[in-house]
């Protein structure tokens, strides 16, 4: 079991920054490749971001590419995203999720454990 637990959300206006942390306990955390994803209130949770266990390659929807930033410290079992020029579409919930089987992948079903989720609400 991996027990995963987000911070950092909150209210910021629009073109501001904020960065999330998912700190794991439990198993080994470098055998996850980890990810972000966010649910918007009526829609479904969609993926934002993935890095592999390593932290040597990560991946991005296209909507966050250039704006967002994951990242990982191994030595703290925790994950990071950062937040940059952030827009009100970005509104949501957003989790970090483990997945156990090697290789990046963007669908939630392949993610094994999941976070309670932080809200980030961006103003106009």
């Known amino acids: 079991q991996v027990q995963l637990v987000e911070s950092g959300g909150g209210l910021v206006q629009t073109g501001g920054s904020l960065r999330l942390s998912c700190a794991a306990s439990?198993?080994?955390?470098?055998?996850?490749?980890m990810g972000w994803f966010r649910q918007a209130p009526g829609k479904e949770r969609e993926f934002v971001a993935y890095?592999?266990?390593?932290?040597?390659?990560?991946g991005y929807v296209g909507s966050v590419k250039g704006r967002f930033t994951i990242s990982r410290d191994n030595a703290k079992n925790t994950v990071y995203l950062q937040m940059n020029s952030l827009k009100p579409e970005d509104t949501a919930v957003y989790y970090c999720?483990?997945?156990?089987?090697?290789?990046?992948?963007?669908?939630?079903?392949?993610?094994?454990?999941w976070g309670q989720g932080t809200q980030v609400t961006v103003s106009s």
């Open positions: 890095i592999t266990s390593s932290g040597a390659d990560a």
């Open positions: 999720a483990a997945k156990v089987m090697r290789g990046l992948s963007s669908d939630r079903a392949l993610y094994n454990y």
């Open positions: 439990g198993r080994t955390f470098t055998n996850y490749a």
